[in-house]
């Protein structure tokens, strides 16, 4: 977005540079006004080109410049435009991965055809040089290129376009000399006019039909209307002595003249009803805008990571399916308002499922501060992040003994916006309260601060104060902001995936540490029935790319599940991959067919199968709540079916329980456990199956038994460190007991706030989960009271997420 705003302010500066020349220039100056064709340009929206401003100025470039173009086109609009525009010219497209790309070149420089190369990478190959420079020369009479060691006829008629899928691409100057470099990103005003002509074809389908086809009439009437110009100029020139003498040049005058009126009428008529859709259109304005308020949300998070990469086209779908899935309403402001609703938190469910635990606030932040830019300070907004500029302070700390210098350093800098650093010295006091509290997020400030200051620089004051705890208060104003839904990621759910995918759409699993899918993906292969030889699995590594193209091969024809693990392995393969799956279509996959593929995250996997994929990730959820919901919805009812007995329910929701507060305490550094240990749901699955097993066989549960499997062996067998192993099996004695079972309330905390519930369903667990245990946001300090007094003390290291979700909203923006 930034490159895109200093394009824009190129031409202004471009204005007045030639007013300070005294260059005389037009106030209203454009790039597409001075050098465009309006019937051109008309026809190239047609085809595709946005109607913005800029994307006209690029479509203008492209048409004049000398170089050929290579166009940065990350979401695709310049290729549709370029394929649309120059298919009746019999366009041919190829790629570098392409085994006749070279032939394909040759054939249209020789006949004069265009051609498209696209998904180039920062690199482009050697041999293409002389064709961008256009060195010819004269062989026979003929013009003609050198390309390798091949000489070639050039025709005139040839055309040249390059385009790549890459966000941000850095090519070397030499690079950027030799061609026409052009940045075809979207702009919100351009995709704004999309997804308002999508949702209005699909609430008011007979308008769009309507405003489509006096386009198209408008388009022809303009380009009459210019062929009639011509032939007047034609007529004139062509004329000898008297014009006024010359009957045959007279009739054509007349005639001219009587279909120019009559075009010019019907174009009138054509622009009156123009106006008219368009004002019923504009009814539909604020779900577009807010739309692509989404979509330019989503668009920077490759900039966190590089497996973050979402297009277009994958937006657009999701888009329409809300459209058609959001609750209906005669009243257009409440269709509208259902609508917003239902595509803002179906995008945030399908986006946070490929999003890593550690990045799924940020991105529900990134969401509300897009949405409410306009009631939000941008210096303010800014300061947030990062504190202000770090200029020498003047003013001495009223009280370092607990007041750091950083803190009041940036409260200083606060001052001359919205704050006042005298209150602090005069009431030090008041202030330390929030500082020494274990939950400073929840404590309101000093009066006249609690009710003179917003929401944004409450945060603000925190940052300064507390920047441990901003996480916490970042979750909250989200919460007050959109709803509690939206700091609430929904829970792992391959099913979902599973049923976005098809056979032409590749499943990815990003991996991060101690997360292994593949249990999760045998169980649910199991499940669907696609098991022995019609799932088939291989870790890629050297020489494993034949044998991978092969398994794919076959799995297309025969409708198998294929799984390639570990593709950052395989760099250099990936290039094959990419090319294996553009071919997939719906006439060479079977229905069947599904590839899964599993990759930590690299900036070599390639972009377009990330775009159009299903990407998931599969880490621990942060939190008790997200936790157990988890747990309970990964295994499901069977484990209810099996065992009817109390004892099974209560002590399910035991070993669950532990499970989550195992997990929990990892965030919390060493002082959570001495070594990081990477416990899984694979330790959790066998615990539960154990645990079954032993009370279908027992008349009374051997509680001995069970802790030592599941402490000693499941977890423990992860364990090295002795203090860590003491730790675990006392944990787990608060769940493994008879008291769990025989007493109906048994706390897990001394506040009594955490207990396993009475007997019931499994619908019944899930609810009490839902309710009880989502009453408060972060971490629950009664279940880690010596963590949570570290943190009293300001310690700041142990709260990573904290310290790092303010330099990455930074690096988004």
């Known amino acids: 977005m930034l490159f895109l705003k200093r394009q824009l302010n190129k031409e202004f500066f471009f204005f007045f540079f030639l007013q300070d020349k005294n260059i005389p220039c037009s106030d209203n100056f454009s790039l597409s006004k001075t050098l465009g064709d309006p ?7 047609i085809a595709g080109l946005p109607t913005d401003n800029f994307s006209v100025d690029n479509g203008v470039i492209v048409d004049n410049s000398r170089r050929w173009p290579l166009m940065i086109d990350p979401q695709g609009q310049a290729n549709k435009w370029i394929k649309n525009s120059q298919k009746e010219n019999q366009l041919s497209v190829i790629k570098f991965t392409d085994t006749d790309y070279m032939r394909t070149l040759e054939n249209c420089i020789q006949f004069g055809t265009p051609l498209l190369l696209e998904n180039v990478g920062e690199e482009l ?26 000489v070639i006829e050039y025709s005139s008629d040839f055309k040249f376009f390059i385009t790549t899928k890459l966000r941000n691409p850095h090519y070397m100057p030499e690079l950027a000399t030799k061609v026409s470099l052009l940045n075809f990103m979207i702009t919100p005003e351009g995709l704004e006019d999309q997804l308002l002509g999508i949702v209005v074809a699909k609430e008011r389908p007979e308008l769009e039909e309507e405003r489509n086809a006096l386009i198209l009439q408008s388009a022809a009437n303009k380009k009459q209307l210019k062929e009639i110009e011509k032939k007047i100029l034609e ?56 739309s692509s308020v989404l979509f330019f949300s989503i668009a920077d998070l490759a900039n966190i990571d590089p497996m973050y990469q979402y297009s277009l086209s994958w937006f657009v779908n999701l888009y329409i399916n809300s459209i058609h899935d959001s609750n209906k309403s005669k009243i257009l402001e409440k269709r509208l308002r259902y609508l917003n609703d239902h595509f803002t938190y179906n995008l945030y469910c399908n986006v946070c499922r490929s999003l890593f635990e550690k990045d799924k606030l940020l991105f529900s932040f990134l969401l509300c501060c897009n949405l409410l830019m306009k009631e939000i300070e941008l210096q303010e907004f800014m300061f947030l992040l990062t504190g202000g500029v770090g200029l020498k302070n003047k003013y001495k700390n009223p009280d370092p003994s607990w007041l750091q210098d950083k803190s009041w350093d940036e409260l200083c800098r606060a001052n001359n916006a919205f704050f006042s650093r005298s209150h602090i010295s005069e009431n030090a006091s008041e202030w330390r309260k929030i500082y020494d509290s274990k939950e400073p997020h929840n404590v309101p400030l000093p009066k006249p601060w609690d009710k003179t200051l917003n929401e944004l620089q409450k945060m603000i004051i925190l940052r300064c104060l507390r920047s441990d705890k901003i996480s916490p208060a970042i979750a909250i104003f989200v919460t007050d902001k959109l709803g509690k839904k939206f700091v609430e990621p929904p829970p792992f759910d391959l099913t979902k995936s599973y049923l976005d995918s098809n056979s032409t759409i590749p499943l990815i699993f990003v991996l991060s540490p101690g997360a292994d899918p593949m249990s999760s993906l045998l169980k649910f292969a199991n499940d669907k029935h696609m098991v022995g030889n019609k799932f088939q699995a291989i870790s890629l590594g050297q020489g494993q790319g034949p044998i991978a193209t092969k398994m794919i091969r076959e799995g297309m024809e025969e409708g198998t599940w294929v799984c390639l693990q570990n593709c950052h392995l395989a760099v250099s393969w990936m290039p094959m991959l990419e090319k294996i799956c553009e071919e997939f279509n719906s006439d060479t996959c079977h229905p069947f067919f599904r590839l899964w593929l599993t990759s930590y995250p690299s900036p070599k996997f390639p972009v377009t199968i990330l775009q159009n994929g299903v990407k998931m990730t599969n880490e621990s959820p942060t939190g008790l709540r997200l936790n157990l919901l988890q747990s309970y919805l990964s295994d499901p009812l069977i484990l209810f079916v099996v065992v009817f007995l109390k004892t099974w329910e209560k002590l399910l929701f035991g070993v669950c329980f532990f499970h989550a507060l195992v997990q929990e305490r990892k965030k919390f550094g060493p002082l959570g456990w001495n070594i990081p240990y990477g416990f899984n749901e694979s330790d959790l699955r066998i615990s539960m199956r154990q645990l079954q097993l032993f009370i279908n066989e027992y008349d009374h549960v051997p509680f001995e038994a069970i802790s030592y499997l599941t402490g000693e062996c499941n977890y423990g067998g992860r364990v090295t460190d002795d203090w860590d192993r003491r730790l675990l099996m006392t944990m787990l004695d608060d769940f493994y007991n008879p008291d769990i079972v025989e007493n109906p309330r048994f706390t897990f905390s001394p506040s009594g706030n955490y207990y396993a519930p009475p007997k019931g369903t499994y619908e019944d667990y899930i609810e009490f989960i839902k309710l009880e245990f989502g009453r408060t946001l972060g971490i629950a300090p009664l279940l880690f009271p010596c963590i949570a007094s570290a943190q009293s003390l300001g310690e700041e290291s142990y709260n990573t997420e904290s310290q790092m979700l303010l330099p990455a909203v930074l690096g988004v923006f």
């Open 125 to 150: 190959d050697p041999s293409l040089e002389p064709l961008l420079l256009r060195q010819t020369f004269k062989q026979g009479g003929m013009d003609c290129i050198r390309l390798g060691e091949t």
């Open 39 to 45: 019937i051109k340009i008309r026809a190239w929206n």
């Open 235 to 290: 007529t004139l020139q062509s004329s000898e002595g008297n014009i006024l003498e010359d009957e045959s040049a007279i009739m054509v005058l007349d005639s001219a003249k009587i279909m120019s009126n009559e075009i010019t009428k019907k174009q009138q008529v054509a622009e009156k009803t123009e106006i008219k859709i368009a004002e019923s259109r504009e009814g539909y304005r604020p779900i577009a805008k807010h």
